[in-house]
């Protein structure tokens, strides 16, 4: 039985530009095979934007696509790491420290960049009380 | 967009005969054969268009009968259709297929990667990126779980050298209940 794993290198690249960033990143989770190969590949995307705020406890990422944006944040928690990328989405990764967990997913979305160029990166410091945000 | 119109029966004259895996023969109207640029070059390259010349059947010793029969299906149905011309790979991301489509590749996973190989080296450009868009569409939205469930992705978990026993996860790197968006967690341990 063919299995998307056997697939020639060709259809493989297809289907990964007909799929947007976020079922990419899916994917690349989904068996060590997949993850080399979109590393490898490093697929097309309209990734434009990339701001970071950061703070003493929390790591806001904001990636902007033509069509869409994602936030995710990233807090201290007295189990490891609180993950959370919608109102109701969130995760404890416990024993995690926040800053790593941040700095490898974005060292993960800048790896992941194509040849297409950003508009703009930044990095800066929370300028306002994030608990409230 | 509705481009079909009575369809003609092959003739002699025009038609060549392509050969499957298992040996069955199938009558191919040259105007179907276009939408394969496989088969066109073929043609073009034995004159097989030329109503003098002998035309031998073209062996697919790739596809089997019953993916023939499913790509001729697709040939008659797209016969009339203007050219296909490769989109932008920056369109829009939801998937919209027509409703003929749809019901033609309502299929399971494993006869559609054979089609989509098939589609691939006939070199039917319309069928090869439809199939795509279609994997694409079911990977949507979805988790690492869910993807593994659907395409039937097998994780690659090794067992300990010494033990024998499955390498397990450490609850950093834990998928459980992931959404689709969040990079931290890295496919199972190797």
Redesign the interface.
């Known amino acids: 039985m063919p299995l998307l794993l056997e697939m020639p290198d060709l259809v493989m690249r297809r289907i990964l530009e007909e799929s947007d960033y976020v079922s990419i990143q899916s994917l690349r989770k989904s068996c060590h095979h997949l993850r080399n190969f979109i590393e490898d590949v490093k697929p097309e995307s309209t990734m434009s934007k990339i701001d970071v705020r950061a703070s003493t406890d929390f790591i806001r990422s904001s990636i902007s696509f033509d069509d869409r944006e994602f936030t995710i944040d990233y807090r201290n928690h007295e189990n490891g790491c609180l993950v959370q990328w919608s109102q109701t989405k969130k995760k404890v990764l416990e024993n995690s420290d926040f800053l790593d967990v941040a700095l490898r997913d974005i060292e993960c979305i800048l790896e992941s960049k194509n040849s297409t160029v950003l508009d703009y990166i930044i990095v800066d410091w929370w300028q306002q009380d994030h608990h409230s945000a | 967009m509705s481009c079909e119109e009575p369809t003609t029966s092959p003739t002699p004259e025009n038609n060549i005969t392509v050969v499957s895996s298992d040996g069955k023969e199938f009558l191919l109207d040259l105007k179907l054969t276009e939408q394969s640029e496989t088969l066109a070059r073929l043609i073009s390259n034995f004159e097989y268009d030329r109503t003098d010349v002998k035309k031998d059947p073209v062996p697919l010793g790739n596809i089997t009968s019953a993916q023939m029969q499913k790509i001729i299906e697709w040939l008659q149905h797209h016969r009339y259709y203007p050219k296909w011309e490769q989109n932008d790979?920056?369109y829009?991301?939801s998937f919209t297929f027509e409703t003929w489509v749809e019901e033609y590749l309502n299929i399971p996973?494993?006869e559609m990667?054979?089609l989509?190989?098939a589609a691939?080296y006939l070199n039917i450009p319309r069928l090869?990126?439809t199939i795509?868009?279609i994997?694409?569409s079911r990977?949507?939205?979805?988790?690492?779980?869910q993807?593994?469930t659907v395409?039937?992705?097998?994780?690659?978990v090794k067992n300990d050298v010494y033990t024998g026993i499955p390498i397990q996860e450490?609850?950093?790197s834990s998928?459980d209940?992931?959404?689709?968006?969040?990079?931290?967690?890295?496919?199972?341990p190797?």
Request: charged share 20%; glycine share 4%.
């Open positions: 790979i920056h829009s991301t996973n494993n990667f054979e989509l190989n691939n090869f990126s795509c868009r994997m694409a990977i949507t939205g979805k988790s690492a779980e993807i593994r395409l039937n992705i097998k994780t690659d450490d609850s950093s998928e209940g992931m959404s689709e968006i969040s990079l931290s967690p890295s496919p199972p190797i």
